[in-house]
């Protein structure tokens, strides 16, 4: 059986902008997230650049959209497990995961979530914070519905608590719920499942994973958001003191051979720009540097807002290789040594909080769905398409394209840009008599 209908598979934002592009042309869309809410790393963002907009401003009442369109089906919390077929019919097995909570009875109100005793590690907030073992992801999911942690349930470990269960006035709890294995028929597919950072704890000189003050820069990310753990309150994590002096560590694992990504991450310079003019409106009196390789400011606008962040925001950028970064025991202040490529010579810098920028790297999953529909991967690890250039969201498999960074690293306007093109020719496929 043919089907005009297209199979989106990733809810971030190229997932979400090839969907609604889609849709909007009367497609039916099949759009699978795995996790409880779409939304992807741009729900994690405070503000975007080069605009400094809110990020969730943006994206939210795109989210929205998906899920009342009238063409969309979400499935959120799904995954795919099986491919068969080709162009015009492919047939897809998706595995919708038991969230122990009925979807269409469950109001959202937070009622289980607050009262649920069991705290565990936040995954949204990148370990910077913690949640329930019932719990929303972030305030503004998509769908707002709950979901039970299986691994951390006192019930499902113990046979105790069922406290959520008692408090719902929906009566929207079922701890007997199962996973559910539906089958859909499509005529193409639009892979937009993302990228993931890099843990840099084996650059052991750079002290991540044992000098509690040098974090990640999506870690500070959540750390400086209003919606984060502190609610914006920019606070170094070992004594809850403002930092005085912060340092951004730019390429750290991209650009290098030996870490095996030799590849630009491309945002990288954009985002630690966005992150030291957030520092600067949250606390003036912080001092910010960025030691960079090269800044690579290619986009629409770029440069202004790298100018601007020097001249208005009194960003210090600093041209230099990081050689070591070491804890004071007693203060856990950071000393960062570093080569000064412009004067040729060794110099440190004192700081209270390190930000690592790391390189972005193909998500391991990618892999297996790479495997699965048969199509090609890059020298790096990403999607491949035919041609960049040319042919920029074609794999080599006919009826499948893929966008956003998937296919390698870069911007939201450039994810979004390749998710509408991406749209089109899944729409072409979708819309195009074939022979029986």
Known sequence: MESNAVLVIGGGIAGIQAALDLANRGVKVHLVEKSPSIGGRMAQLDKTFPTMDCSICILAPKMIECLRHPDIELLAYSEVREVTGSAGNFVVKVVRKPRFIDVDKCTGCGECTQKCPVRVISEFDMGMGK?????????????????????????????VCKICEKLCQAHAV???????????????LVLATGLESWNPASISEYGYGRHENVLLSLEFERLINASGPTHGE???????????????????GSRSEREGFPYCSSVCCMYATKEAILVREHNPECAVHILYMDLRVFGKRFQEFVTRAKEEWGVDYVNGRVAVVMED??????????????????????????????ALVPREDNRVLAKTLGIELDTDG??????????????????????????????????????????NKAAEVATTPRAR
């Not at 920029?392 to 960074?405: R, Y």
Request: glycine share 2%; hydrophobic share 40%; with cysteine.
């Open 329 to 358: 025991p007693v203060t856990q202040n950071l000393l960062v040594r570093y080569e000064n490529v412009a004067e040729g010579k060794i110099e440190e810098l004192w700081a209270d909080l390190v930000v690592l920028c790391p």
């Open 234 to 252: 920019l606070m170094r994590p070992s004594d809850n003191k403002k930092p005085r002096t912060i340092v951004f560590m730019q390429c750290v």
């Open 174 to 188: 079922n701890f007997d719920q199962k996973a559910e294995e539906i089958t859909l028929n499509v005529s193409s």
């Open 382 to 423: 990403f999607l491949k398409t035919k041609d960049p250039l040319l042919m920029p969201v074609e794999t080599n498999v006919d009826g499948i394209f893929v966008c956003g960074c998937c296919q390698s690293p870069k911007d939201i306007s450039e994810s979004v840009t390749q998710a509408s093109a991406a749209a």
């Open 131 to 159: 949640r329930k073992a019932i719990f929303m992801a972030f305030p503004q999911a998509v769908p707002r519905v709950a979901v039970i942690d299986k691994d951390n349930c006192l019930f499902f470990q113990k046979g």
